[in-house]
T-cell receptor, first 112, second 114 residues
Framework: AQSVTQLGSHVSVSEGALVLLRCNYSSSVPPYLFWYVQYPNQGLQLLLKYTSAATLVKGINGFEAEFKKSETSFHLTKPSAHMSDAAEYFCAVTDSSYKLIFGSGTRLLVRP | KAGVTQTPRYLIKTRGQQVTLSCSPISGHRSVSWYQQTPGQGLQFLFEYFSETQRNKGNFPGRFSGRQFSNSRSEMNVSTLELGDSALYLC?????????????FGPGTRLTVT
């Protein structure tokens, strides 16, 4: 069965610093992988997705993620954090029936 | 195009009551999925509807049910509410069944059970 592990329930960075949010997955089939962002009292917004094309995926708001099959990882990065990036981020994988399996989330705090 | 809309946005119910939540998908989208988000269990898939039929189901008790209408609008119902049903309920729509890579989420309905 597919699963997702997000390392670190909270990550704190200074404004302008590198953002790195970690995601490792388990899947018995080639996965589709996703990163979503959730702002307070809002739904989920898709940041980027990997669907077996290029392994380096660029998303919205300057985020990108690299699919590394050997490491079963799909870490999310952004070169320079902005205050508006403060939110909760979820990594997700599809299972064989095409429903989303989510990680437990990482709350990103951005210090001025 | 208008996004996915969910009504109501906030709801307070008493234990033992039942509740119905509504989701209107993006125009042209025929698949609607529902998810429950709680602090303890995180985001969990409830079910997916396509062409008025439930196609996928998560691991939730029978108190959780749903339906989809011919215009693709969907409702989910929770009967005999329990305190643990307090959650943010999200729906997501896509054009086709199982199209999770092209799925768009609504803002959610926050249900509080007292």
């Amino acid at each position: 069965a597919q699963s997702v592990t997000q390392l670190g329930s909270h990550v704190s960075v200074s404004e302008g610093a590198l953002v790195l949010l970690r995601c490792n997955y388990s899947s018995s089939v080639p996965p589709y992988l996703f990163w979503y962002v959730q702002y307070p009292n809002q739904g989920l917004q898709l940041l980027l997705k990997y669907t077996s094309a290029a392994t380096l995926v660029k998303g919205i708001n300057g985020f990108e993620a690299e699919f590394k099959k050997s490491e079963t990882s799909f870490h999310l990065t952004k070169p320079s954090a902005h205050m508006s990036d403060a939110a909760e981020y979820f990594c997700a994988v599809t299972d064989s029936s095409y429903k989303l399996i989510f990680g437990s989330g990482t709350r990103l705090l951005v210090r001025p | 195009k208008a996004g996915v809309t969910q009504t109501p946005r906030y709801l307070i119910k008493t234990r033992g009551q039942q509740v119905t939540l509504s989701c209107s998908p993006i125009s042209g989208h025929r698949s609607v999925s529902w998810y429950q988000q709680t602090p303890g269990q995180g985001l969990q898939f409830l079910f997916e509807y396509f062409s008025e039929t439930q196609r996928n189901k998560g691991n939730f008790p029978g108190r959780f049910s749903g339906r989809q209408f011919s215009n693709s609008r969907s409702e989910m119902n929770v009967s005999t509410l329990e305190l643990g049903d307090s959650a943010l309920y999200l729906c997501a729509s896509s054009e086709r069944l199982g199209q999770v890579h092209e799925q768009y989420f609504g803002p959610g309905t926050r249900l509080t059970v007292t």
